[in-house]
T-cell receptor, first 111, second 114 residues
Framework: KNEVEQSPQNLTAQEGEFITINCSYS?????LHWLQQHPGGGIVSLFM???GKKKHGRLIATINIQEKHSSLHITASHPRDSAVYIC?????????????FGEGTQLTVNP | DGGITQSPKYLFRKEGQNVTLSCEQN?????MYWYRQDPGQGLRLIYY???????QKGDIAEGYSVSREKKESFPLTVTSAQKNPTAFYLC?????????????FGPGTRLTVT
């Protein structure tokens, strides 16, 4: 079993829909990251959080440390949101800034 | 502009040849990382370095080698010993400290070995 599990693996939505991507992890963490990978392959960091909730534009990330679970929400989705969304955690047990990554969720938003 | 550059974007090699992937950053970050991405799998750590002239193996270091002679540069060599070298390779960098810091990623190099 992977230390970081994401669901769903694939998600297709219509423009304007509210989207939720889930991430569960099995280790104690010091931080959780949400990343976005566009078709060209480059990855950008969306959020880094260790508790509570963060919001940036139409994106919201939440984390429940007790339940070892995080969600990424996209409100009023748009075709340009189509990308792979990756959850990654920094385990308290590992050294340095090593991250463990989920397999990613492929999101397609149709116009 | 500050950032991470990887070159080339696409690389083709014949089986049995060593190949070196370039990674340069001008973010003044101490830590640098190499990841491999395969379809349907999460990123896997190959090597990382937290300071010049020092580096550690990640989860899948076999068949790879690195050097860190300069803070800005962390080249990865894919050797002929790597059994399945065809993959997408991503380099990243971050601050080193007692807190948790974002990793900044390069655009990646897609390596195809035939």
């Amino acid at each position: 079993k992977n230390e970081v599990e994401q669901s769903p693996q694939n998600l297709t939505a219509q423009e304007g829909e509210f989207i939720t991507i889930n991430c569960s992890y099995s280790v104690g963490i010091s931080a959780l990251h949400w990343l976005q990978q566009h078709p060209g392959g480059g990855i950008v960091s969306l959020f880094m959080l260790s508790s509570g909730k963060k919001k940036h534009g139409r994106l919201i990330a939440t984390i429940n440390i007790q339940e070892k679970h995080s969600s990424l929400h996209i409100t009023a989705s748009h075709p340009r949101d189509s990308a792979v969304y990756i959850c990654a955690v920094r385990s308290r047990e590992t050294s340095g800034s090593r991250l463990t990554f989920g397999e990613g969720t492929q999101l397609t938003v149709n116009p | 502009d500050g950032g991470i550059t990887q070159s080339p974007k696409y690389l083709f090699r014949k089986e049995g040849q060593n190949v070196t992937l370039s990674c340069e950053q001008n973010l003044n970050h101490d830590a640098m990382y190499w990841y491999r991405q395969d379809p349907g799998q999460g990123l896997r750590l190959i090597y990382y370095s937290q300071i010049v002239n020092d580096f550690q193996k990640g989860d899948i270091a076999e068949g790879y080698s690195v050097s860190r002679e300069k803070k800005e540069s962390f080249p990865l060599t894919v050797t002929s010993a790597q059994k399945n070298p065809t993959a997408f390779y991503l380099c990243a960098s971050s601050i080193v400290g007692t807190g948790t810091y974002e990793q900044y990623f390069g655009p990646g190099t897609r390596l195809t070995v035939t």
